[in-house]
C-alpha cells in the first residue's frame, strides 16, 4: 500500500504523533523517551509563547493504516528577521527504514516551505534552543540524554538522498572525573575569582534563586546572540521556561557566579542524570514516573550540563574555570563520576577546551542539515 500523509488536527491526532517515536524505539536501549506533557506544552499553539512569532504545522505518515512516520515543520519568522533569510525548519521527523515513507514526509515539509514563499530549509530544529536540535550522525550505541534527539543510523541517510547537507555540528562529550579537582583549574579560578571580584551565591533551597532567575536567562540572551541560529528569548517565553524548571533544580548543581554588585557574572547549570528514570517512566510523570525522578535526583553517579554562560566582558577571562571549579566541587562531594556535557557547536573551540584538563571523550555528534529550494 501506498503512503499516505495526514496534516495533524485536533488533540487525538497530536497525541498520536508525540508518541509516535515510542512505536520505532521503545525496546531500543539507547533511546530516552521525552515527557509526553511537556511535548504536548511545546506543540500546542495556545500553550506555547513560541507561537507569538512562529508558525508549524505537523503531518503523520501513514501505510497500511498504521502511523510509520511524522515530521513538523516551523517558520520562525523573529530568526527571518535577524538574519535576513527565508528560511522553514524541520523538526519532530521520525520514520521507519523506508525511503517511500522518508520521502514524503520530506517533500510534504518542503512543499509546505515554498507554499509560505521560504528558498531554504534547515533542522531538525526546534522553535527555540531550548527544543531538541540536529541529528545524531555519531555515537548510535551511546545512552541518549533527557531532552536530546536521538535517531537510528539510517536517518541521515535518508536525509542526505534528498539533497540536505551539512550547515553546522554539535559534538557532545562523557566526561569521567577524578577525585580530586584539575589543579590548574582551581588555581586559574582562584586568581581569576580575586582579580574580578566574583564570588560564587551560596543558596540551600531552590525558591532562594528565583530572584536571579530572569537575570539568567536574560544573561543567555546576551551571551548566546552571535551563536549559530540563537534567536533571543522573549519575556513571555523566559517566565513559561522560569516555571517549568526553576523549582526543579538543585542549587548545588547550579552555580551562579556574581560580581561585586551582586549581579549574575556566569552560570552553569547540570541535574543529575534523569535519563534512566524516565525511560522507567516511560515518559510519563503519572501515576508513578514521579517517583522514577524523585530518586534519580538523589544517589546518582551520573550528571548531565545543560548550560553554560559568561557575560560578554567577562569572557575569555577565565571565568569559566570558576564556574567549572564550583561544578567540580559540588560533584565530589556528591560521589559525581560521570557527566554528559550534551550538544556544544564544533566551532565553539573555547568552550570544548575547558574538557583538556579532564578524561573527556567525544562519543556523539549531531548534524543540522541545509538545503536550497530554489
Known sequence: MSVSIKKVSGKSDLRKFIVFPFSIYQDNPNWIPPLIMDEFKTLRKDKNPAFDFCEAEYWLAYKDNKPVGRIAGIIHHKYNEKFNVKFARFGWIDFIDDHEVS????????????????????GPLGFTD?????????????????????????????IEKFGYEKDADWLEFRVTLNKAIPEKVSRIAKAVASREKL????????KEMLPYAREIFYLINDAYKDLYGFVELTDKQIDMYVKAYFGFIKPGFVPVVLNE???????????????????????????FGFIHLLNAMKNNPEVDLYLTAVKPELQNKGVNAVIINEINNVFIRNNIKYVETNRELEANTKVQAQWRHYDARQHKRRRCYKKDLS
Open 103 to 122: 520521502s514524503a514526509l520530506i517533500n510534504t515539509f518542503e512543499s509546505w516551505a515554498k507554499e509560505k514563499g521560504m528558498n531554504h530549509v534547515h
Open 199 to 206: 564570588h560564587v551565591l551560596k543558596v540551600k533551597k531552590a
Open 130 to 158: 531550548m527544543d531538541g536540535e540536529g541529528m545524531l550522525i555519531e555515537g548510535f550505541n551511546e545512552v541518549s540524554t533527557f531532552g536530546s534527539i536521538y535517531n537510528s543510523e539510517y536517518y541521515p541517510q535518508h
Open 261 to 287: 554588585q551582586n549581579k549574575v557574572a556566569g552560570f552553569g547549570i547540570t541535574m543529575p542524570s534523569l535519563s534512566k528514570a524516565i525511560k522507567k517512566a516511560n515518559g510519563k510523570l503519572f501515576p
